[in-house]
């Protein structure tokens, strides 16, 4: 049984390695004006936006992996969790479907696709932390609630500061949407690929 889980979870890793590395890489071969510290990811996979699609690709690819991944958690019954996770990886490939507004401000865009867009990276979001909150919940082992913790914790800061780049949210928020996406991926996407990696080992009997 374990085959299948490892297969999943590699395939994981390599989507995780491919968006950490497209997300510094990619920002030198997309539209001009594209900051790397300004911007976002999404932006990298816009509408009318220069390699657009390696970043839909990339995002499509982490939303059905993390699901498999996670998948054994269905052999724990543990529906809650494997409920939020789908969601969170669902939420992905809608992003990956619909495209964010381009950098550009003369570029024309379809409005309600940008509006998808946003939609889903929010729910992405609430998919995610509360993925996070369940873990912190169920965990008994202290070091990997802890992680699961700071995971959730990652994820709610650097969503505040992205909401308020560039804006005065108790102090003035600097616009630095791109490095604090960054950072927060780097994190949450590592830390599910340890959680998930941890929970295989230990629950999922061998063949």
């Not at 409920?83 to 939420?91: H, I, P, Q, R, W």
């Not at 912190?136 to 994820?155: D, G, P, R, W, Y």
Request: hydrophobic share 50%; aromatic share 14%.
């Amino acid at each position: 049984m374990k085959s299948k889980y490892t297969l999943f979870w590699f395939l994981f890793l390599i989507s995780c390695i491919a968006l950490w590395i497209v997300m510094y890489i990619l920002p030198r071969h997309t539209s001009p004006g594209y900051c790397i510290v300004c911007n976002t990811t999404s932006e990298l996979g816009a509408q009318h936006t220069k390699n657009a699609w390696i970043m839909n690709l990339v995002f499509a690819a982490l939303g059905i992996s993390a699901v498999l991944s996670g998948s054994y958690l269905l052999k724990q019954k543990d529906k809650l969790s494997f409920g939020l996770l789908a969601g969170f990886g669902l939420s992905l490939i809608g992003v990956a479907i619909f495209h964010h507004k381009p950098v550009d401000p003369d570029v024309e865009y379809l409005k309600w696709m940008d509006d998808l867009h946003s939609i889903f990276a929010t729910t992405t979001g609430i998919f995610f932390t509360s993925f996070a909150l369940i873990s912190v919940l169920k965990t008994k082992q202290i070091l990997f609630k802890i992680l699961a913790c700071l995971a959730f914790l990652i994820s709610i800061i650097a969503s505040v500061l992205m909401a308020n780049a560039g804006k005065h949210f108790i102090i003035d928020v600097p616009n630095y949407s791109g490095i604090y996406q960054r950072v927060m991926f780097f994190c949450t996407f590592g830390w599910m690929l340890i959680h998930f990696l941890f929970n295989r080992l230990i629950h999922i009997p061998s063949e």
